[in-house]
């Protein structure tokens, strides 16, 4: 079965590339994301995606780079602001001390330009925010390419749709653990407890990224929402709040996150269940 072929060696491929980056980005340790080996990184399913592509769908177009309703990348941007506001929001309200009240960019911005006056600052701030978001959807268009371009589409010709978000959320969760493990990503809480929280983090994010990509019949809603999630977590609210126990709490281990993105994959169900699905198979012929 080709799909079945594709997959595995898409898995191989994304994994064999990672590999790589992993072994890099722990020789690098904090200096990876200036090195850029982070975003590499982040490629390595898209990067695999494509070949994988060229090797068995060369007159197909399976990624699902089509045009989709506007509601969907509405839904894709606020969602994570919905979940993450609410989750920090309690949070900060509950543990006071945990707002740093910090609400400045971060010290990436042009220090340069901020010097000359409120409108020099401004236009740093301004420039700072848009490097920021098209790096972070840059980097999450490849995951995204892999994992619901690719992999999702893939699984549910095989499979059912939420057999599919499973496994293919398990494979997700797994392909982040290296650097969790190292102590490079989501640091702050011990080994045994941090991976089971962020898989279901993870499981429960997979089903609004998943439902997304598939009513929408397009992997820009799950772009979209990996981007605004990284954003509005490692940029917005994750900065702003200190205290040893934060990663107990919010974030992609906290529990207050964890709680919250799960009540937001039960609405998100319940609000997209009755909407016809646009099947990938469909949807790649109107790319």
Not at 124 to 139: C, E, N, Q, R
Request: contains cysteine.
């Amino acid at each position: 079965m080709k799909e079945k072929k594709s997959v595995v060696e898409f898995l191989i491929i994304t994994f064999g590339l990672s590999i790589i980056m992993y072994v890099l980005y722990i020789l690098k340790g904090e200096n990876a994301a200036a090195d850029f080996i982070v975003l590499l990184l982040m490629w390595c399913p898209g990067i695999a995606a494509l070949i994988v592509r060229h090797r068995y769908y060369r007159r197909e177009k399976v990624l699902g780079l089509n045009k989709c309703k506007v509601s969907f990348l509405v839904y894709a941007v606020v969602i994570p602001l919905i979940y993450l506001g609410l989750s920090y929001g309690v949070y900060w309200i509950a543990q006071s001390i945990s707002f740093s009240g910090d609400l400045s960019i971060p010290a990436t911005r042009a220090e340069a330009v901020s010097s000359q006056g409120p409108l020099g600052t401004f236009i740093s701030y301004a420039i700072t925010l848009i490097v920021i978001i098209v790096f972070s959807a840059f980097a999450a268009a490849g995951e995204e390419l892999g994992w619901r371009g690719f992999l999702l589409p893939q699984m549910t010709r095989m499979w059912s749709f939420k057999k599919a978000v499973i496994v293919s959320g398990l494979i997700w969760a797994v392909w982040h653990m290296p650097i969790m493990i190292a102590g490079l990503y989501n640091a702050g809480t011990p080994v045994w407890y941090q991976l089971p929280m962020f898989t279901l983090e993870i499981l429960a994010f997979a089903v609004i990224i998943s439902l997304l990509r598939v009513k929408s019949g397009s992997v820009w809603p799950a772009i979209f929402i990996h981007t605004s999630h990284n954003f509005f977590d490692q940029v917005v609210f994750g900065p702003r709040t200190q205290g040893p126990l934060k990663a107990y709490f919010v974030g992609e281990t906290g529990i207050l996150t964890i709680l919250a993105v799960i009540l937001s994959a039960m609405v998100v169900v319940a609000m997209l269940k009755k909407k016809p699905e646009t099947s990938p198979t469909r949807a790649a012929m109107h790319q």
